[in-house]
């Protein structure tokens, strides 16, 4: 069922991209997948042995703009982490549904390569339950901020993200995500 829900969101998005674009000559759709890296923070002593492993995305993007550009995206990540808790281990694992709203700019602005910085809000709906110690619960929605820095080589992208959780994933721990992600896309020009 939520695979459908993903599958209908992102059908729904390409479909309300594609009818902008036939209005405007100045968005480009893609999609994009990568890896990702991720480390719960935590400021709680009684949480210890933390490690991120690594995990992936995959989604949609638009572009709308030229020099100065928003960027929304749908994406299905992945991450976890595992850590120890009052001598219990844990592995989180998690399943989300991550929407950021880029704002950029091109440093470089040149028909076959662009070097674009951007940043926004992050958006995360955890799809998943989680097993959490005693006492504590993981919520389903966090948000962050994110930096990006990427690269267009024609219809090719890369892009180097870093979020910042700014929402706790389980408050009685103080857990926050942080995500370095890397990504390679295409763009439908």
Sequence with gaps: MKTIKLLTTAILFTIGITSVKAQSGDITIGVKA??????LKTGLNAVS??????????????????????????NYATFSNKYSFNANKYDAKFSTINVPLLVGYKIINDKDMNLRISAGPDLYYDLKKHVAPTGTEYKKFSAGGAADVGIDLGSLTLDARYSLGLSKLNKDLGQKANIFSLAVGFKFQ
Excluded at 34 to 39: A, L, N, P
């Design 49 to 74: 042995d933390k490690s991120g492993k690594v995990g992936f995305n995959a989604g949609i993007f638009a572009r709308a703009g030229d020099a100065l550009y928003f960027q929304p995206e749908v």
């Design 34 to 39: 990568g890896i990702s890296v991720s480390t």
